[in-house]
T-cell receptor, first 116, second 115 residues
Framework: DAKTTQPNSMESNEEEPVHLPCNHSTISGTDYIHWYRQLPSQGPEYVIHGLTSNVNNRMASLAIAEDRKSSTLILHRATLRDAAVYYCILRDANMNYGGSQGNLIFGKGTKLSVKP | DTEVTQTPKHLVMGMTNKKSLKCEQHMGHRAMYWYKQKAKKPPELMFVYSYEKLSINESVPSRFSPECPNSSLLNLHLHALQPEDSALYLC??????????????FGPGTRLTVL
């Protein structure tokens, strides 16, 4: 799986939008971009994923650069509950681990702090 | 029910003890995973079970022994652990381990301390 680069930490104010960047300059054409987050004292949770087009769901939006070498996770209105470590992960659609390729390879992630 | 449960929440054991971690899901998922997470580090994959068969072992020492008795349950048997094995052990499941885009659902983890 190709590697990703994220800032170690970011700060946001409550009720303001947050843009979390991720660089993946070696991304291949079959790599999907996934985001997970891990709240304090909890297991990671899925946020969103995409391939080429921007994606929206109830939690966030994912903006993918035209060359796909970077992407941005957008939280439209940060709340205190959004304080977490956010992981950007690339998943190659074509890789086959002999029948089970669901494993995730986590990078260091971005620790998001939200100030009231 | 979209929950993965793990027991116990906390476990303290000596290096000569034998203990087991348990994980359960009732979402009908056929892939289950064990991850290890050291403090302030990202989770690292240990084992993957697909359709109750072990499909990935990421070179984990034999003192960790996974078991998948049925599609809803996943165990991790611990024996002769070392203090450096102290970590948060996370269980996850996904609908079908043969597809790489299935969302993984994680449990809250078991905080293990080895004395």
């Amino acid at each position: 799986d190709a590697k990703t680069t994220q800032p170690n930490s970011m700060e946001s104010n409550e009720e303001e939008p947050v843009h979390l960047p991720c660089n993946h300059s070696t991304i291949s054409g079959t790599d999907y971009i996934h985001w997970y987050r891990q709240l304090p004292s909890q297991g990671p949770e899925y946020v969103i994923h995409g391939l080429t087009s921007n994606v929206n769901n109830r939690m966030a939006s994912l903006a993918i650069a035209e060359d796909r070498k970077s992407s941005t996770l957008i939280l439209h209105r940060a709340t205190l509950r959004d304080a977490a470590v956010y992981y950007c992960i690339l998943r190659d659609a074509n890789m086959n681990y002999g029948g089970s390729q669901g494993n995730l390879i986590f990078g260091k992630g971005t620790k998001l702090s939200v100030k009231p | 029910d979209t929950e993965v449960t793990q027991t116990p929440k906390h476990l303290v054991m000596g290096m000569t003890n034998k203990k087991s971690l348990k994980c359960e899901q009732h979402m009908g998922h056929r892939a289950m995973y064990w991850y290890k997470q050291k403090a302030k580090k990202p989770p690292e994959l240990m084992f993957v079970y697909s359709y109750e068969k072990l499909s990935i072992n990421e070179s984990v020492p034999s003192r960790f022994s996974p078991e998948c008795p049925n599609s809803s349950l996943l165990n991790l048997h611990l024996h002769a652990l070392q203090p450096e094995d102290s970590a948060l052990y996370l269980c996850a499941s996904s609908q079908d381990g043969t597809r790489r885009h299935n969302e993984q659902f994680f449990g809250p983890g078991t905080r293990l301390t080895v004395l």
